[in-house]
């Protein structure tokens, strides 16, 4: 069972670049979330889906835009990439939340950085 | 959403028993305590979760005191390899997780 499985693992963009971080899960999910933490902080929401066709913003939406054609897919797609935008990139799913079974499934990150 | 406040750091050295409170005075009668952990350059790590009560697993135990406005996660002798970023998390916003800074553990040999 291989989780939520997050490519690639490292990437280097320059200014103005544009790239996707994929996400995939096959727990049959149907809340998926995208997260970036910036060095020695907490984790920040960019966007998250309740199910596929539906998307929505978190805390730090701009710049970044998703979409959600299948259960299993949650790809990020970062527009003219920034400096600001230099951070590790988590995926993640679950459950329906405010249920016992609301726990967090995590990928194993994406390190991006934008020169 | 519960507003969690947890210490920022902590020290301990191997062998001894740690607990980590978090404060969480506004739980909702239906919230879940969570709590994770992260080590560095990993995704989060579910290691815990509880209603009310105590709950033990393999990995540590969760103490709820009844009016639920706490909660201590409690990781019997420590290791090095349990240097990490816990969280707590409570509840949910919508249909959102928010985590805090979490609290930095540090074991010393």
């Known amino acids: 069972n291989a989780g939520v499985t997050q490519t690639p693992k490292f990437r280097i963009l320059k200014i103005g670049q544009s790239m996707t971080l994929q996400c995939t899960q096959d727990?049959?999910?149907?809340?998926m979330y995208w997260y970036r933490q910036d060095p020695g902080m907490g984790l920040k929401l960019i966007y998250y889906s309740v199910g596929a066709g539906i998307t929505d913003k978190g805390e730090v939406p701009n710049g970044y835009n998703v979409s959600r054609s299948t259960t299993e897919d949650f790809p990020l797609r970062l527009e003219l990439a920034a400096p600001s935008q230099t951070s590790v990139y988590f995926c993640?799913?679950?459950?329906?939340?405010?249920?016992?079974?609301?726990?967090?499934?995590f990928g194993s990150g994406t390190q991006l950085s934008v020169l | 959403l519960a507003k969690t406040t947890q210490p920022i750091s902590m020290d301990s050295y191997e062998g001894q028993e740690v607990n980590i409170t978090c404060s969480h005075n506004?739980?909702?009668?239906?919230?879940?305590i969570t709590w994770y952990q992260q080590f560095p350059s990993q995704g989060p790590r579910f290691i815990i979760q509880g209603y009310k009560t105590k709950v033990t697993n393999e990995v540590a135990s969760l103490f709820i005191p009844a009016d639920r406005k706490s909660s201590t996660l409690s990781l019997p002798r420590v290791s090095l390899s349990d240097t990490a970023v816990y969280y707590c998390?409570?509840?949910?916003?919508?249909?959102?997780?928010?985590f805090g800074p979490g609290t930095r553990l540090s074991v010393l040999p």
């Open positions: 727990m049959n999910h149907n809340y």
């Open positions: 506004n739980i909702a009668t239906n919230d879940y």
């Open positions: 993640a799913s679950s459950y329906t939340p405010g249920t016992v079974d609301e726990k967090l499934f």
């Open positions: 998390l409570v509840g949910e916003d919508g249909q959102n997780f928010v």
